[in-house]
C-alpha cells in the first residue's frame, strides 16, 4: 500500500521560510515523478512544483517561481518542498503527489495516482 506523509507545515510571518517533507512508502520511489499541489479555501487544487525520477529537472508556477525549490532524496525515499518570501497568498493545504514515469526527465505529475493527506501552511501578514 502506497503512502504519502507530508510533514512541515505550520504558522509563519510573511517573509518567513518553512521546509515541507514527504515520505514515501510501499513506492518504487524512484520510477515516480514527484509533485507538490495546494489548495486554499474557496479555491481549486493547483500544482506549485514537480521534480524528475533522478531531481534533475525541476518545474514551478510562475507565482513561486525563485521563492520556492524542489528536491527529493531516493534513498530516503523523500521529497522537499523549501519555500522561502512567503506572502499570505501562499496560505493552502499542502499535499505532495506521485506519478509513475518511464521517462526519467520527465516532471509530469497530471494524473498522478498517489496523493498524501497534507499539510496546513499558513502566512500571516
Not at 514527504?22 to 479555491?43: D, E, N, T, V, Y
Not at 513561486?64 to 524542489?70: N, Q
Amino acid at each position: 500500500q502506497v503512502q504519502l506523509v507530508e510533514s512541515g507545515g505550520g504558522l509563519v510571518q510573511a517573509g518567513g521560510s518553512l521546509r515541507l517533507s514527504c515520505a514515501a512508502s510501499g513506492l518504487s520511489f524512484s520510477s515516480a515523478a514527484m509533485g507538490w499541489f495546494r489548495q486554499a479555501p474557496g479555491k481549486e487544487r493547483e500544482f506549485v512544483g514537480s521534480i524528475s525520477r533522478t531531481g534533475g529537472r525541476t518545474n514551478y508556477v510562475d507565482s513561486v517561481t525563485g521563492r520556492f525549490t524542489i528536491s527529493r532524496d531516493n534513498a530516503k525515499s523523500s521529497v522537499y518542498l523549501q519555500m522561502n518570501s512567503l506572502k499570505p497568498e501562499d496560505t493552502a493545504v499542502y499535499y505532495c503527489a506521485a506519478r509513475y514515469s518511464d521517462d526519467v526527465h520527465s516532471t509530469r505529475v497530471v494524473g498522478a495516482r498517489y496523493w498524501g493527506q497534507g499539510t496546513q501552511v499558513t502566512v500571516s501578514s
